[in-house]
C-alpha cells in the first residue's frame, strides 16, 4: 500500500515542483521592457518585441553576453529587425555578466540613469520566477513583473524522464536557493545600506497582483 501511494504521489510532487518554476504576471504598461539575455534568437527577444509593439512600453532594452565576439544583445535587435519589428523601437545594452545576479547588477545602474519606475523582464518562463525574485533582490526601489515566453526547452510533466530538463529543474532551485541564502546575504555586507533586515522575508512572499500560470 505505501509502495502504491509512493507511486502516485511522487511524480505528482515532482510536477508540482518543476510547475513552481513557470512564472507569468499579467503585462501592464511599464516605462520600460527588459529582455534577458542567454536566448537572442529564440523566444524571449520575440515576446519582448511583440509587448514593445503592442504598446506595454515605448522602448524595449536587449541584455546579453558577448556571442562569438558580438554583443548578444545587437544580434537579437539585428534578427527581430530582419523579422519585420522597428529598429527605434530596441535599445542594445551589452554585458559581460554570466549569471542572472550578476546581470541585474550590471543592468540596475542604467535603469536608475534612465529614471524608471516599472520595468517588464522578458525572459523563459521556467526562469522568469527567479529572475523576479533576483532583481527585486538586487535593484530594489524599482517595480519589476515577470513576462514569461514560453520554452520548448523545459516541460514540467515527466521532467525527470529527460536530462536536458532534470538539469534546467536542478539549476533552477539551485540558483533560487543560492541566490535568498548566499548571493544575496553576502551582496548585502558589503552594501548594508540597501535593504531592511526583512526585505528577503516580504520578497517571497506573494504579492496579490502574482498569478501563476495554471497547471
Known amino acids: 500500500m505505501g509502495l502504491l501511494l509512493a507511486g502516485i504521489f511522487y511524480p505528482l510532487v515532482l510536477t508540482w515542483l518543476a510547475k513552481l518554476l513557470l512564472f507569468s504576471q499579467q503585462p501592464e504598461r511599464a516605462d520600460l521592457i527588459l529582455v534577458l539575455g542567454g536566448d537572442f534568437w529564440g523566444p524571449r527577444a520575440l515576446r519582448g518585441a511583440e509587448l514593445g509593439t503592442r504598446g506595454y512600453a515605448n522602448k524595449v532594452m536587449i541584455s546579453g553576453p558577448p556571442y562569438q565576439n558580438q554583443p548578444e544583445s545587437d544580434l537579437a535587435i539585428h534578427d527581430l529587425v530582419g523579422k519585420g519589428y522597428p529598429r527605434e523601437l ?29 520595468v517588464l523582464i522578458v525572459t523563459a518562463l521556467y526562469h522568469a520566477r527567479r529572475a523576479n525574485l533576483v532583481f527585486r533582490l538586487f535593484c530594489p ?11 520548448a526547452q523545459f ?49 517571497l512572499r506573494p504579492s496579490d497582483s502574482q498569478r501563476r500560470l495554471p497547471p
Open 155 to 203: 516541460e514540467p510533466q515527466n521532467w525527470w524522464k529527460t536530462e536536458r530538463c532534470r538539469k534546467i529543474f536542478f539549476s533552477e532551485w539551485q540558483k533560487i536557493i543560492a541566490t535568498v541564502f548566499w548571493k544575496y546575504p553576502e551582496y548585502n555586507l558589503t552594501h548594508p545600506w540597501r535593504s531592511s533586515s526583512n526585505q528577503t522575508e516580504k520578497l
Open 141 to 151: 526601489g524599482i517595480s519589476f513583473r515577470s513576462v514569461g515566453a514560453a520554452d
Open 90 to 118: 530596441f535599445a542594445s545594452f551589452p554585458i559581460t555578466a554570466r549569471s542572472t545576479v550578476e546581470e541585474a547588477i550590471a543592468v540596475c545602474p542604467e535603469l536608475r540613469r534612465l529614471s524608471v519606475q516599472r
